[in-house]
């Protein structure tokens, strides 16, 4: 494979005058199955293997997806690339240049205590079906389990005619398991999101009990839930929450090519946009965390960014091109899905730093509002609005956690909402998602409990 | 890498189901797909790259004593590597668990013809230089009509898709289409104020687009969002335009039409049928023969042939949509609504084109009948509604003010709290300004009393 990718990345430079050449190829392994209410609809697994060839001509991008490994193809598609980025860079007011970056020679191995690629289907959709059976026995109103499952082996390969040269083994783990419950035409829905970069042990921890025990008690819970009203309010966010926020409403907006795009951090770099007690962090160093890998997919070894800093913005997150642009380090944030995709600067690891207060204390003061404990989904627009949909939340009365209400969202606008995080927990937790950016990118995101004075509430009481 | 051709795609199709069966197989299907799309793009005001994807797969379903097994390749042009991948799916199968409800896999039934205007030879001629062109002058078209305008990104593309499926049955189908779009996302800065993303496109199955209209439009859409005004929270009559339908819809409404969701107790359209579950206004069909539809095809993802099918007939239940699998389990036919993504996964229910039927009032008659009310477009977070319940809760950004009948300054930041299922009980008329906007075709909705949390 080195030989094949080093003389396609020098066919570029030397034939089609390409100022820089990347191959990129990959060997993966996929095994996948959905299950219902403990059926196995169909037990997956499948191959993919392609190569991604990425030139710069004049300036401008060309990018030729190819899912063959022969080098005659490989040939005639990386002249295609060249000649296409020349098409391109007809029109190019601002060509495209890269920021520098270390030459790389290495090879990245994982060391799983369970290798997913050894652990037998049967295994694994045993552990399915056990999930499938405390969430639906636990409480008969349970009326539905989806769990679908997904792990990906195998190696990926980056060449780059600067000569870099670097093998990285892959590995994930995943799985989302969602169940509904229904009572009196009442009708619920709970989900949970689990994943993993060390290996099937992720199940050690996440076992069946845990995680069909959380997906019952939350649909059930919310059978007696009220709809929240709308308004402004003070409110509590959880873990799961903040760090959904943190990405959502923070997190896009440090992607530097979407604060290039007109985004409102692009201004605001060294200004303080948040309270003293507002500290983010994208970190690609975490080990086994969902969002971490050695290196990204433009051979750039994954740094621990410091985002914001006591509520002033000290950084984003790059890729070589954007780098260049604000005269900055690339932090290894270029990530491609998979081979029929480039490399775009997505997130890792997102996250907020723990101070010192209890949850009681976050309670305290609040005379009415909202704790919001498990999000559903969220999404951000690059004028700093956000929207953060919520799957279990309870009311907050003098104090005290209350009656719980059933799908509502917060939103807001960042540069507004930063400045009112008015107390932040000591305590401290990850999690695992996707993240959608024309691409998917699987990412972890986090942080303690927290405590903001004003967010818009989505209620329809 | 030139496309291959009908006979290739079927050849490679129905050997691998014969392989299968001679492997083991008690029944075996075979889908092979290729995809080719040559794509141009905009990043911050400028063309700055191209993208050309050839991809191709096959994927493999077979059944053992009951149980379902699945595998798929993309290297396709080797012997050895299919008949692995065929062992794997067989492996995949002996894995899993005996299925009592399975019955087979569908029998084979006459295909349509191929509906009109699905295959344009323009399309595949189309090289990188023309789509150059093309987004250049959609580009221009944006910048040249209003100097605020930041042309965040988009860009224009050309596809080439095809499809082979065979299965033990005889089930022996083909079928190719093309497809073209052009896009842009666009905001306006103005002094400090910068406006939430507007955009616009244009997208079809032949050589028909308006990339200066989609210019042009995207800068109008951004620019009339400087201006803003508050909003007060309380019920307004809404507008809803295609944008934000397809959104709520395919997060709500569709999942609750799916048959294997009423029979798995996550729809409150159980036990509705022929019951009222809209206003008179709301027809809604799935239309998978729809002549031009981006999602138009002549058989579906088990080679079932598409067809048209009634969901809500002037506001009463008519119809659920059905794969294979769960048509059998409940004595009925499918309705041709099993869907692939590419030859990455098994078949699921989707719609095809979910079709919202327009009615006769143009755009300006249905804003007319609005006082107070907004225009809604672009929503944040319809896809954290409660795909269950129907409950949304979301963003509306930018929303306009509609006073009098005539759209007025914009709001930020708006939100909508409700039901889809109540929603449609409020509709009270459709537009004639039918849209086709990927799996959605839809005109204009005006509803009645939707709580807005004003800002």
Not at chain 1, 62 to 87: H, R
Not at chain 2, 72 to 85: G, K, L, M, P, S
Request: with cysteine.
């Amino acid at each position: 494979m080195k030989d094949l990718l080093i003389k396609l990345t020098n066919l570029a430079k030397e034939k089609f005058q390409a100022e820089y050449a990347e191959a990129r190829a990959q060997n993966l392994f996929k095994t996948m199955f959905t299950m219902k209410e403990g059926r196995v609809e169909a037990a997956r697994q499948g191959i993919e293997n392609g190569v991604a060839l990425r030139v710069l001509v004049n300036g401008a991008w060309g990018f030729a997806s190819v899912g063959s490994l022969d080098a005659t193809v490989l040939s005639e598609a990386i002249g295609d690339a060249c000649g296409m980025a020349k098409a391109a860079s007809l029109r190019m007011k601002a060509p495209i240049k890269l920021a520098k970056a270390p030459v790389v020679e290495d090879h990245v191995k994982v060391m799983p205590k369970k290798n997913p690629a050894e652990v037998s289907i049967e295994d694994k959709i045993e552990t399915a079906a056990q999930t499938t059976k405390v969430a639906m026995s636990l409480d008969k109103r349970v009326k539905s389990c989806t769990v679908d499952y997904m792990d990906l082996t195998g190696v990926s390969y980056l060449a780059t005619s600067e000569g870099t040269y670097i093998e990285m083994d892959k590995l994930y783990v995943w799985s989302k398991i969602t169940a509904s419950a229904l009572q009196n035409g009442v009708y619920t829905f709970s989900r949970e999101e689990l994943g993993s970069t060390l290996g099937y042990e992720l199940f050690d921890t996440e076992t069946p009990e845990a995680v069909g025990e959380r997906l019952a008690k939350r649909a059930t819970i919310q059978l007696k839930a009220k709809p929240p009203k709308g308004g402004t309010f003070p409110v509590v966010l959880g873990p799961n929450v903040v760090g959904v926020f943190v990405h959502e409403a923070f997190g896009h907006l440090a992607e530097a090519d979407l604060a290039l795009a007109g985004g409102v951090l692009a201004n605001n770099l060294g200004k303080k946009i948040g309270s003293d007690l507002v500290t983010f962090y994208d970190d690609g160093t975490l080990d086994g965390a969902f969002g971490s890998f050695k290196y990204d997919d433009e051979g750039v070894a994954a740094k621990k960014t410091l985002l914001i800093k006591d509520g002033v913005v000290t950084g984003l997150l790059h890729s070589r091109e954007t780098a260049q642009k604000f005269n900055a380090e690339p932090t290894g944030n270029a990530r491609a899905e998979d081979f029929r995709v480039e490399p775009i600067i997505r997130m890792r690891n997102t996250y907020m730093a723990p101070r010192d207060r209890s949850f009681d204390e976050l309670l305290e003061g609040v005379k009415e509002g909202y704790f919001f404990k498990s999000f559903r989904g969220g999404q951000a627009n690059l004028d700093g609005t956000f929207q953060v949909g919520i799957q279990e939340a309870y009311e907050i009365v003098n104090g005290e956690l209350g009656e719980p209400v059933r799908d509502a969202s917060i939103s807001g606008n960042t540069l507004d909402t930063l400045l009112k995080v008015d107390a932040v927990g000591k305590d401290f937790e990850m999690d695992s998602g996707r993240c959608g950016k024309g691409q998917i990118a699987f990412i972890g995101d986090g942080g303690p409990h927290i405590r903001v004075s004003e967010v818009t509430v989505g209620g329809s009481a | 890498m030139a496309a291959l051709n009908k006979q290739t795609m079927l050849n490679l199709a129905e050997t691998a189901v014969a392989t299968a069966l001679k492997q083991g197989a008690a029944e075996a299907e075979a889908f092979a797909y290729e995809g080719k799309a040559t794509m141009v793009g905009i990043e911050r005001g400028q063309i700055n790259k191209t993208n050309r994807i050839i991809d191709r797969g096959l994927a493999v379903r077979v059944q053992l004593n009951k149980a379902i097994g699945f595998a798929y390749t993309n290297i396709i042009d080797n012997q050895a590597t299919i008949e692995n991948t065929i062992t794997k799916a067989l492996a995949a199968a002996k894995a899993s668990k005996p299925d009592p409800n399975w019955k087979s896999l569908p029998e084979k039934k006459p295909y349509p013809p191929m509906p009109e205007k699905g295959f344009d030879k323009k399309i595949l001629e189309l090289r990188a230089e023309d789509l150059v062109n093309l987004s250049t002058r959609m580009l221009d078209a944006a910048t040249e009509a209003d100097k605020r305008v930041l042309p965040i990104e988009g860009g224009a593309s050309a596809g080439y898709g095809s499809n082979a499926l065979a299965n033990n049955n005889g089930v022996s189908g083909f079928d190719e289409g093309t497809i073209v779009e052009c896009s842009l996302a666009t905001l306006a800065k103005e002094g400090n104020t910068v406006t939430p993303v507007c955009f616009e496109f244009s997208a079809d199955r032949t050589l028909n687009l308006n990339p200066e209209w989609v210019g042009k439009e995207a800068a109008r859409l951004a620019v009339s969002a400087l201006k803003t005004t508050r909003i007060e929270t309380k019920n307004y009559k809404l507008i809803f335009t295609q944008f934000a339908l397809q959104e709520l819809l395919y997060y709500t409404l569709i999942n609750a039409v799916k048959a294997d969701s009423v029979e798995r107790d996550q729809s409150p359209f159980k036990d509705r049928l022929n019951t009222k579950v809209g206003s008179e206004a709301v027809t809604m069909i799935d239309d998978g023969l729809l002549p031009g539809g981006l999602r138009t095809g002549i058989f579906d993802g088990e080679g079932v042939p598409h067809q048209t099918t009634p969901v809500i007939e002037k506001g009463i239940l008519k119809n659920f949509l059905y794969d294979y699998y769960t048509a059998k389990k409940q004595g009925k036919e499918s309705t041709g609504n099993a869907s692939r993504a590419s030859y990455l996964s098994t078949p699921s229910i989707e719609a095809t084109n979910f079709r919202v039927m327009p009615g006769t009032k143009s755009p300006e008659e249905l804003l007319s009948e609005v006082d107070d009310g907004l225009l809604v477009s672009y929503l944040q977070g319809a896809h954290s509604s409660n795909p269950v319940s129907g409950e949304f809760s979301v963003v509306a950004t930018p929303a306009w003010k509609i006073r009098k009948g005539k759209i007025e300054q914009a709001s930020r930041g708006v939100m909508l709290a409700g039901n889809i299922f109540e929603l449609l009980k409020n509709v009270t008329a459709t537009g004639n300004n039918e849209r086709k906007m990927g799996q959605l075709v839809a005109p204009w909705l005006l509803v009645e009393s939707v709580k807005v949390i004003g800002k």
